[in-house]
């Protein structure tokens, strides 16, 4: 009996060993040590996430930084608030990435200029717009600026970015999509759009550029506390805001502190969270994977998390502004009789039916 169990678990683990092997990560790209004196190229970074990715990489890392941005006024406060002593280790150019690929390209060469002909280490298109209407609210202008700007615009610079690139034998491209790149979200239906179809050049890109060390990554992070996302608020729907509760608001100086590891680590995906971590698995796909523990979490965790999936989504689809009908996390309230789905999760699908007390507050963790 004894030696049954020995030569199962033997067994067990050859089997495991030859599908690790045949399914290992298609590539690995070396860890960026050290960022000092990197030329990194920031698009939208004169605020919000793009700005403190700036400050970081500057005063925590030592890079050269080159950002691209639109509002002149916003990029000559950026500088002062960064450098206040005018180091030429930050370049502020104002240039609209959405309007031509020349324009770009010629903001790139500048940029390469001014950092002593170093060639660009790094890309982050960060710049992008978003609001929130229905479908039949948003004008077809609305939708062509949007993609313009999201999606083109990060088309432009990775364009004009590759050359140096591959010139150097090595880079890193990332591109900010949301977790509404991830899963659509009412409300969000030119949003939505752009941020898929970023994954769909992200995808198609590494496969292209994997084999120049050049490496992509791919940024969902939730809701962040920027100056973009209190002008959204603003005329946000309902409907919007309640599904977007359910995943929190981060700082931007967390956000933009995981996408420099993640950037190092040349990771194709970065999340934020436990949601983050599991939507990302559950929206896999045929995306590249990096690490051996990617391929074990996505292999074991994907249809556990379909099934709790369809039912958040039913949820979802079953909202009306002043009812509670959405995922939330429930920590043991006593005014609460909902059933979870799992431990610690579940949907409460209207607080008249679910709850003794109508005016409990749920407590959505960040």
């Given amino acids: 009996m004894l030696l049954t169990i020995i030569l199962s678990c033997i067994g067990a683990l050859f089997v495991l060993t030859i599908l690790i092997y045949l399914y ?22 004169s605020s919000g996430i793009g700005k403190e990715l700036a400050r970081q990489l500057l005063h925590e890392h030592g890079a050269r ?9 916003r990029l000559e406060e950026c500088r002062r608030d960064l450098t206040p002593n005018s180091s030429d280790r930050l370049l502020c150019l104002s240039v609209d990435i959405s309007q031509s690929y020349e324009q770009v390209d010629k903001a790139v060469q500048q940029s390469i200029r001014h950092h002593l002909d170093k060639p660009v280490d790094i890309l982050i298109n960060n710049a992008a717009i978003f609001f929130a209407r229905p479908f039949h609210q948003t004008k077809p202008e609305e939708f062509e600026e949007m993609m313009r700007i999201n999606y083109l615009g990060s088309i432009y610079c990775t364009q004009a970015c590759l050359p140096s690139m591959r010139r150097r034998g090595s880079g890193r491209i990332v591109l900010l999509s949301s977790q509404a790149g991830q899963l659509g979200v009412f409300g969000y239906t030119s949003y939505c759009s752009t941020k898929f179809a970023l994954r769909g050049l992200a995808e198609s890109l590494q496969m292209e550029l994997a084999r120049e060390n050049i490496y992509i990554t791919m940024v969902f992070p939730p809701d962040t506390d920027t100056p973009g996302f209190k002008e959204e608020n603003k005329s946000k ?4 805001q309640m599904i977007n509760e359910t995943s929190g608001v981060l700082t931007a100086d967390v956000v933009a502190k995981k996408i420099i590891r993640a950037t190092r680590q040349g990771s194709f995906t970065c999340s934020y969270g436990l949601n983050g971590a599991l939507l990302t698995c559950l929206t896999c796909g045929a995306q590249p994977v990096t690490t051996i523990s990617g391929i074990i979490g996505q292999s074991l965790f994907t ?31 006593s005014n609460c009789s909902a059933t979870p789905l799992v431990p610690g999760v579940m949907v409460a699908c209207c607080e008249a039916d679910l709850c003794n007390n109508a005016n409990v507050n749920y407590q959505v963790p960040t």
């Fill in 237 to 240: 729907p309902r409907e919007t």
């Fill in 65 to 73: 930084v080159t950002i691209l941005a639109r509002n002149r006024e």
């Fill in 24 to 45: 290992r990560p298609i590539y690995r790209p070396k860890y960026l040590d050290d960022l000092y004196d990197c030329h990194v190229i920031i698009t939208g970074g």
């Fill in 303 to 333: 249809n556990l998390l379909r099934l709790i999936m369809l039912r958040v989504i039913n949820s979802f689809y079953k909202l009306k502004v002043g009812v509670i009908s959405l995922l939330v996390f429930c920590y043991g309230s």
